[in-house]
């Protein structure tokens, strides 16, 4: 398949596959969720963000190039920060205060969902695990991720009274993080993936980030919404 066809196949296993279609999040963004479910949300996803920089820090020992290191510390530092200027991690920390989470409780990831634990551990560990190509290929879910973003912030704002844009601001340098790191992504793909077996692998590992993706907000549907069975151990919204 030429270089077009296949940046063709990955696009439609976004339109097909990527979270923004599942219904926990058409809740989230529709203004149908309590705070307590919102909160819940925060706090699992706290465990994705927090583990984000862990798995690029694996793949970027593994870049044979300056060039290409420099191209994925950049990543490391928009999620951890330098120090000075606050990161990704310290931005979710205050969009977890903003919706009235202990911000202990969300650095501990105390309560999250076995959901949430096993999808981004099996993300951390497939970056480890597979060929370089396909640990940069699962990152390409980032591809899809303005679009979605752009419809949560515009959500959240106009259906919930206790978000502010200042809770969202998590989101903000997003959209231009996200299209700089997914370009990069994409064209190391576009011209690695030469052959066959290396393009179904490719397109594997998007389908596998996808699942990574949307197994987290199964287990947010089903502890929190419908039927409502939280685990053991789990946090439990105040009933409000
Ligand atoms: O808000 C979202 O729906 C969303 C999705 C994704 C994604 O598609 O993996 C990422 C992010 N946000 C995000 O904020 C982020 O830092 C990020 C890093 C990565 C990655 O795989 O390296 N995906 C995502």
Redesign the pocket.
Known sequence: MSPDALEAALRAIGAER??SLHPFHQLLHSGELTRGQVQAWALNRYYY?AS?PT??AMLMARLPSAAQRREWRR?IE??DGDGDTPG?IERWLKLAEGVGLDRALVESAGGILPETRFAVDA?VHFVRDRTLLEAIA??L??L??PA??AE?VSGMLKHYDFITRETLA??TP?LT??PQ?SAWALAYVRSEAVTLEKQAAVLAALRF?CDV?WSQLDGLYYAYVAPGFVPPGAFVPDAA
């Open positions: 990527y979270h963000q984000i798995k690029d990543r928009d999620h990704g993300y699962s990152s879910t980032e899809f991720a979605i973003i949560r998590y989101f997003r993080q996200a790191d980030k993706l």
